[in-house]
């Protein structure tokens, strides 16, 4: 765990901000590069892709925010402060917010919802996988205790002033899992896009991955930073995974009924 990159003199860079802003750029990179494919104007995708990026950003903090509206409503300069504004937020948050901006922007630009929502969700796991090493590097969103063989335990006095890492517990490695969910989850929606034939399937099979990931991950976390409920039984977070799953099932075997071109790849 290395949650600081370096600091010279006030300038503090963080490895988890370098890593997240790395996934963020790599993912709309590839974006930008497989739009041929879905027959979809790169430069249009990497605007879209660089708006939904800020979108996101805002929405998942404002998410982060309301978490703990009762720390921030008692401490409002909190909501400004440096460490506030260097948190990357919720990924829940950050995709609805992404999600807004791709809505806004099909219905001005007139550009088709479905093929561009399946030209970011390729790319999507790609960066998000690099996003959760960032994440084992800050330690944050941390697992519970375990004494399983592969059990990480966190050293670093910074990691728990930042983020409360318990030190010295062995814990489930919850952000390796998902790095490598993720890595495998960009690997099959890469051969899945190669045979789709109906525009929103690769979208579809995103939320279904993704949902079941997540929602099987968050057994196994141990950071608070997430909404319990039915008296601690479940997370907010396994609630809007199982909404994802139906609606990517949804959207794998209904699709929309015309065919799709697929275009060969610049």
């Not at 093929?115 to 998000?128: I, N, R």
């Amino acid at each position: 765990m290395h949650p600081i990159l370096f600091q010279r003199g006030p300038i503090t860079i963080y490895t988890y901000g370098v890593l997240v802003a790395s996934g963020v750029l790599l993912a709309l990179w590839y974006s930008r590069r497989q739009a041929p494919h879905f027959g979809l104007d790169p430069d249009r995708v990497w605007n879209v892709g660089i708006y939904g990026v800020l979108s996101g950003l805002i929405v998942a903090k404002l998410w982060l925010i309301s978490l703990y509206a009762g720390y921030y409503w008692q401490h409002p300069r909190e909501i400004f402060a440096l460490s506030t504004m260097q948190s990357g937020g919720t990924f829940y948050g950050g995709v609805i917010g992404a999600l807004a901006v791709l809505l806004i922007y099909n219905r001005f630009a007139k550009v088709p919802l479905l093929p561009l929502m399946d030209t970011f969700a390729v790319g999507l796991p790609l960066g998000h996988a690099i996003g959760r090493l960032g994440c084992f590097f800050a330690g944050c969103c941390y697992g519970k205790p375990t004494w399983l063989p592969w059990a990480v335990t966190f050293t670093n006095p910074t990691a728990a002033e930042l983020v409360g890492t318990p030190l010295g517990v062995p814990l489930h490695p919850t952000q390796l899992y998902e790095a490598f969910a993720e890595s495998v989850n960009f690997v099959l929606l890469f051969l899945l896009s190669r045979q789709r034939r109906l525009p929103g399937q690769i979208f579809g099979a995103y939320l279904m991955l993704y949902g079941a990931e997540r929602g099987s991950i968050e057994f196994v976390r141990g950071d608070p930073d997430r909404t319990m409920m039915f008296h601690g039984a479940f997370s907010l977070m396994q609630v809007v995974s199982v909404v994802m799953l139906f609606a990517g099932a949804w959207l794998w075997f209904r699709g929309v009924k015309q065919p799709v071109h697929v275009h060969a790849r610049r």
